[in-house]
């Protein structure tokens, strides 16, 4: 994770447009120029004709005038759209410290450094305070949660929260107390980001155990292949230990579920076509990033025939982006 004082290229248009934002309201230095010159020409009490050519040149200045001011006003809507758009992310809650520091990057630069961030375990929240400290993240601050059941006491609400690699280390009877709680402090038209999830039905389990099917075993069953057969190390494991280890992953279909509608209908947002069309394309682009394989391209057409045919979209990983309606 790179410094949050190396501003990335959309903030530092952000800054230029701000710079513009402040100086709303005083005429710019060749906006006042030109407007002299014309007062000079035309509202000095001066009676004398123009030299030849004098009109030529006055109408030059008025033309450059009028598209001075025409980059004026482009310029103050520019300045109010994306003042708008700062106004909608100024809260951001993330759940775990752990979050990937390529989301954490992107969000630091997107919203000036205003996170709160939500940890149980007392060794990640030092290490939260650590990073914090070491990045100068001076506007981010992290919480406490009370148990694994409960978000602190008067967290807020946010425009935004984002769950990293959470859902699938709670246990069953967790996911069904803290996933309405924080759908809770989501605001109406404000999203859920929940990603790096493994998708419970995926053939390959390589997020706890590295074997194949077991994520259509019953619990019982699964268990066992994965405490014999398993080569990391969970010979002993019991279920709370596989579990939390996040054996089984989860699904869009529980998220929504457990989410309900009370205070707001959770809406499932469907990627945009330059995100990859939906969530197998947007798994094709993220994964791209990191390495390119024969096998993997192979997948992505074997993923796309299967939706084609049932409906399903299955990727290793959940990316999801859930709208409070």
């Known amino acids: 994770m790179t410094s ?48 030849d050519g004098g009109h030529s040149e006055l109408e030059q200045l008025q033309a450059a005038l009028a598209a001075a001011q025409a980059q004026v006003r482009a310029m103050e809507a520019k300045v109010s759209m994306w003042e708008e758009c700062m106004r909608t992310l100024v809260y951001c809650v993330m759940l775990s410290p752990e979050m990937n520091d390529i989301y954490k990057q992107e969000c630091v630069d997107l919203l000036q450094n205003t996170l709160v961030g939500v940890e149980q375990e007392p060794n990640l ?7 914090r400290e070491f990045y100068g993240h001076t506007q981010t601050s992290f919480l406490s949660s009370p148990d694994p059941t409960q978000l602190p006491s008067d967290l807020g609400r ?33 999203v859920l980001f929940v990603l790096e999830t493994p998708y419970r039905y995926f053939p390959y389990e390589s997020h706890t155990t590295g074997l194949p099917g077991i994520g259509y075993l019953p619990d019982r069953l699964a268990f066992a292949c994965a405490r014999k057969f398993s080569r990391r190390g969970l010979e002993h494991s019991d279920r709370e230990a596989l579990l939390r280890a996040g054996i089984r992953g989860s699904s869009s279909r529980e998220i929504l579920s457990c989410l309900g509608s009370d205070g707001g209908r959770p809406v499932l947002m469907e990627p945009t076509p330059s995100g990859g069309g ?47 309606s």
């Open 158 to 190: 946010f425009d935004f929260v984002v769950m990293n690699g959470v859902v699938e280390h709670m246990l069953p009877e967790e996911r069904k107390s803290v996933l309405p709680a924080v759908w809770d402090v989501v605001k109406p038209g404000g």
């Open 125 to 131: 929240l030092r290490l939260a305070e650590r990073r």
């Open 4 to 51: 949050s004082q190396a501003a990335s290229p959309t903030f530092a248009a952000l800054e230029s447009l701000g710079e513009s934002a402040s100086e709303a309201g005083q005429p710019s230095p060749q906006r006042a120029s030109l407007s002299e010159s014309l007062d000079g020409s035309t509202h000095n009490g001066s009676t004398h004709e123009p030299p």
């Open 278 to 324: 939906d969530r197998i394309g947007l798994w094709y682009q993220q994964s791209s990033v990191h390495r390119e394989s024969r096998l993997r391209d192979i997948s992505l057409h074997a993923f796309k025939a299967l939706k084609t045919l049932t409906g399903i979209e299955m990727v290793p990983y959940l990316t999801l982006a859930i709208r409070k």
